[in-house]
């Protein structure tokens, strides 16, 4: 089977039973207080390069940890926090960049560790997602098979094409600088 990025982010979205429902199994996820659960003894939000955490992905009931600096990211949307400036497309900037983050980014690269949603696409790939690279140069630098399996291909891929499409323009590349989110 030849996986390709649609096939990841189709497996995110679908429901088989109603299309038009979403995947059914994103409500299994359990929202919890960041804390030990599981084999997990550590806090997910004592690492200052954690924004949302999902653990035990290869459950049927995983917990998802939202760490307060996933909120300090505004959206494409105009829904932002108390504090938070709102990212907008003159706000972005020209390039690929950490400026593009909003909370979704942070949902698509955890929903990818979720094996039950991408059960088929994950098979394709042995299994699981990796952290191999994290920003969007890193995420440029890694090869084919590397990218297949990395989380933040695919939530890099979505940013991107979300701020595409909503800004009605293409973006350049990442320079040096922009992996380094100050949040």
Known sequence: ???????????????????????????????VPDGPQGV??????????VYLQLREGDTDHPSLI??????KHGSF??????GVTDAT??????????????LGHFFVQQYTYFQKVERVAL???GGTTFDIADGPIDVLK?????ARVN?????????????????????EPPMAGDDDDPN
């Open 1 to 31: 089977m030849r996986l390709t990025t649609p096939d990841v982010l189709t497996q995110i979205t679908r429901n088989d039973l109603n299309p038009s429902n979403g995947n059914m199994f994103l409500s299994w996820i359990y929202v």
């Open 40 to 49: 997990m003894m550590e806090k997910a939000c004592d690492n200052d390069k």
């Open 66 to 71: 939202i760490c307060p600096r996933g909120f």
């Open 77 to 82: 949307l105009g829904k932002v926090w108390p």
């Open 89 to 102: 497309c003159d706000s972005i900037g020209p390039r690929v960049s950490w400026r593009m983050l909003t």
């Open 123 to 125: 098979d394709a790939l």
């Open 142 to 146: 890694i090869d084919r098979y590397q």
């Open 151 to 171: 989380a933040d291909s695919y939530a890099w891929f979505v940013t991107e094409l979300a701020w595409t499409i909503y800004c009605g323009r293409y973006f």
